[in-house]
């Protein structure tokens, strides 16, 4: 049986040990390896960081199926999978600022939290179709977001299957635990979210590989991938790489991307060796 698996960076930096290890894992459990270049946000990603990833991964020693799917290209299927929900009745606009959701939450005794932090209040979902229609004709800013309960009530009961490092087995779902998630706003025709459960049965993916700080995404994604009549994938999420100060690695941390690695002498070998040998990266940041 043919297991198909990912990895899709973003191009908005250079590649570190955690991308690394996530690549090495992904490769490691697929028979079918492909990789996919998320670049919705077209203001940071750059060509130029493309280009060091594909090096970066050849260097690495991995290959994978071409050619590699670009985000970019998918606008339309996004589009039309946005308007598949929002004919269920399930997507309104949002029209308020980072600011007005959170003095919302200020204000608020108790505010819902999700594994991001407060979750946002619902201001926008009780608006009639008429005032709605009014700021939409006024032109102002807004996202959409899903009304997650609602989506909820029509989903029934989810779980997916985990075989990662962590917990595995059966795992029910929450669908509510992020609230109503944006889906896309007004000058970005898809969100993180959508984007993700499409491109991955686009593509074919039975196996979902990725960090556990992505764990919790997976409660959302299987709802949209239910909603919008998706295939089901497994999921596989892996422990992260740490550095000696049990800090997680970032694109900002020149001293362990993978060029700056192989400009000091890292080989291929190395890097995996140090990421096979400890829950810690061992290649400090010089």
């Given at each position: 049986?043919?297991?198909?698996?990912?990895?899709?960076?973003?191009?908005?930096?250079?590649?570190?040990?955690?991308?690394?290890?996530?690549?090495?894992?992904?490769?490691?459990?697929?028979?079918?390896?492909?990789?996919?270049?998320?670049?919705?946000?077209?203001?940071?990603?750059?060509?130029?960081?493309?280009?060091?990833?594909?090096?970066?991964?050849?260097?690495?020693?991995?290959s994978w199926e071409e050619p590699v799917l670009r985000q970019s290209t998918r606008m339309a299927a996004y589009g039309a999978a946005l308007a598949k929900l929002k004919a269920m009745g399930l997507v309104y606009p949002c029209f308020c600022t980072r600011t007005e959701i959170a003095e919302?939450?200020?204000?608020?005794?108790?505010?819902?939290?999700?594994?991001?932090?407060p979750l946002y209040p619902g201001t926008c979902r009780p608006l009639s179709e008429t005032a709605r229609n009014r700021r939409l004709s006024e032109g102002q800013p807004y996202a959409l977001r899903l009304d997650s309960a609602k989506a909820a009530a029509g989903a029934g009961p989810l779980s997916f299957q985990e075989q990662g490092e962590g917990q595995t087995g059966c795992i029910s779902v929450d669908p509510l635990c992020f609230g109503d998630i944006v889906l896309a706003r007004k000058d970005t025709p898809s969100a993180y979210h959508l984007a993700v459960v499409m491109d991955d049965a686009f593509q074919g993916v039975t196996l979902v590989t990725r960090g556990q700080d992505l764990f919790a995404a997976t409660h959302i994604q299987r709802l949209l991938q239910t909603l919008l009549g998706l295939p089901e994938p497994a999921y596989a999420h892996h422990k992260l790489i740490l550095d000696e100060t049990g800090k997680k690695f970032s694109k900002r941390d020149r001293a362990v991307t993978l060029q700056a690695l192989r400009e000091q002498g890292a080989t291929p070998r190395d890097i995996a060796a140090c990421l096979q040998d400890s829950d810690r990266a061992m290649i400090s940041r010089k």
């Open positions: 049986m043919t297991t198909t698996t990912r990895f899709a960076p973003s191009p908005t930096g250079a590649l570190h040990l955690g991308h690394a290890y996530a690549a090495l894992f992904a490769r490691a459990r697929g028979t079918r390896f492909l990789v996919r270049i998320e670049d919705i946000d077209r203001a940071r990603c750059k060509a130029v960081y493309e280009a060091a990833i594909l090096n970066d991964l050849a260097w690495l020693g991995l919302e939450i200020a204000r608020a005794e108790s505010a819902p939290q999700g594994p991001d932090g």
